[in-house]
């Protein structure tokens, strides 16, 4: 089964703290995203990854950024974290295939910035 | 654009009772359709899928038709365990229109009363 890992699964962060979020899949997929989940909202795309060193502005890029230097790994930064990104932060992955419509989840790490 | 339009919630059953929860999608390809479920403190997993019209896709009882002529496809079990508590989402992908992103409603919430 695909294995997709998130670094925390909570963290609570002082406002203006520069935030780094880790995700790392274990199935060699091209495609790795990163989602906000708010209530009332759903899911909020903020960036995605077609391959490594690559990405794409989702929905919300705004106060966010990426970085994909390996494969597996595809890390969220916050970089002078505001009390408006406290939200659950979800990160997924996927093949290039016919099976890529499928996305896999990891757990998600929920973040308090106070 | 794409989009997916689901009921809003909290929808409040009793054990056994018959759950409908109604999904609608607008697309200007051909997409396949997507239930995920979130179980609490979880991230998303697959629940079922379809990719044409008239599929039906299932699984754990839980039941989806892809069904072109209304753009709906409503998802249905015939008797809820309170084990089944958990927010639900109609997705769609569109990979005939060349991208990987999927397109999510804002989920719907379940909650299932002994």
């Known amino acids: 089964d695909v294995k997709v890992t998130q670094s925390s699964r909570y963290l609570v962060k002082r406002t203006g703290e520069k935030v780094f979020l880790e995700c790392v899949q274990d199935?060699?997929?091209?495609?790795m995203f990163w989602y906000r989940q708010d209530p009332g909202l759903g899911l909020r795309l903020i960036y995605f990854s077609y391959d490594v060193k690559m990405k794409e502005k989702g929905d919300i890029p705004e106060g966010y950024s990426v970085s994909r230097e390996k494969k597996e790994r595809f890390s969220l930064i916050l970089e002078s974290a505001s009390t408006n990104q406290t939200s659950m932060y979800l990160c997924a992955s996927s093949t290039s295939d016919r099976e890529g419509e499928k996305l896999f989840f990891g757990s998600g790490t929920q973040l308090s910035v106070l | 654009g794409n989009s997916v339009t689901q009921m809003e919630g909290p929808v409040t059953l009793s054990e056994e009772a018959f759950l409908t929860i109604n999904c609608t999608y607008t697309?200007?390809?051909?997409?396949?359709l997507f239930w995920y479920v979130q179980y609490p403190g979880e991230g998303l997993q697959l629940l079922l899928k379809a990719t044409k019209a008239d599929d039906k896709g299932s699984n754990k009882g839980f039941e989806a038709t892809y069904r072109k002529e209304t753009t709906s496809f409503h998802l249905e079990k015939g008797s809820v365990q309170v084990s089944d508590s958990a927010v639900y989402f109609c997705a769609l992908s569109d990979l005939g229109g060349g991208s990987y992103i999927p397109t999510f409603g804002r989920g719907t919430s379940l909650i299932v009363h002994p």
């Open positions: 199935m060699d997929h091209e495609n």
């Open positions: 697309a200007t390809g051909y997409p396949s």
